[in-house]
């Protein structure tokens, strides 16, 4: 049996996916069927313009990070899970900066969908609800900041940290649970 040939939807995302690894400037609709092989016309059945072409390109981005971070959430279990995804988060950002930066361009490409329960945000949720019962919400959005700043400032270079380092910064930063008090506690 024979594979299945992608449709020229998916070939003209992966196209433009390569072309990003170039700069954003360097994805255009003509640039992107030359390098399918269709007419100049041909990606215009799919997308209305290179904006569309854009935001298919980062679901996908999102969709492969979902991905990293259940693969990561496997590999451990309760407080060292969090931390192998926040490593993972960091990994994929340094290993696709202008997919990470594309993902996070604009508010329609936001990370937090307004349903917390799925796609990559959702795999850190549950893992933080896990390890955090009390105010699990805000301690998902803190880890969150966490790992997407040290992401940034990683591909920035900004911070040179291997995945080594970075597994130290967010161990020293992802308190143990029965060090998180639930507000308005003091010790």
Do not use: N
Request: proline fraction near 6%; aromatic fraction near 6%; include cysteine.
């Amino acid at each position: 049996m024979s594979e299945a040939k992608p449709g020229l939807k998916a070939v003209l995302v992966h196209e433009a996916s390569l072309l990003l690894q170039q700069g954003i400037e360097a994805v255009s609709l003509r640039r992107v069927a030359m390098a399918a092989g269709v007419s100049p016309m041909a990606p215009y059945r799919h997308f209305p313009d290179k904006a569309a072409l854009l935001g298919a390109v980062a679901e996908q981005g999102f969709e492969a990070l979902r991905l990293r971070l259940e693969a990561a959430d496997r590999t451990a279990q309760g407080r060292a899970a969090l931390i192998a995804q926040g490593v993972a988060y960091v990994v994929f950002a340094r290993e696709q900066p202008a997919l990470f930066r594309l993902m996070f361009a604009t508010p329609e490409q936001a990370c937090v969908p307004v349903d917390a329960t799925v796609g990559a945000y959702g795999v850190l949720a549950r893992r933080v609800a896990s390890v955090y019962p009390q105010d699990h919400a805000a301690m998902a959005t803190g880890c969150w900041s966490l790992v997407h700043g040290l992401a940034t400032l990683s591909m920035d270079q900004a911070v040179l940290l291997d995945a080594e380092g970075v597994h130290a910064v967010l161990s020293a930063m992802t308190p143990a649970a029965a060090e998180v008090q639930p507000p308005g506690r003091a010790e």
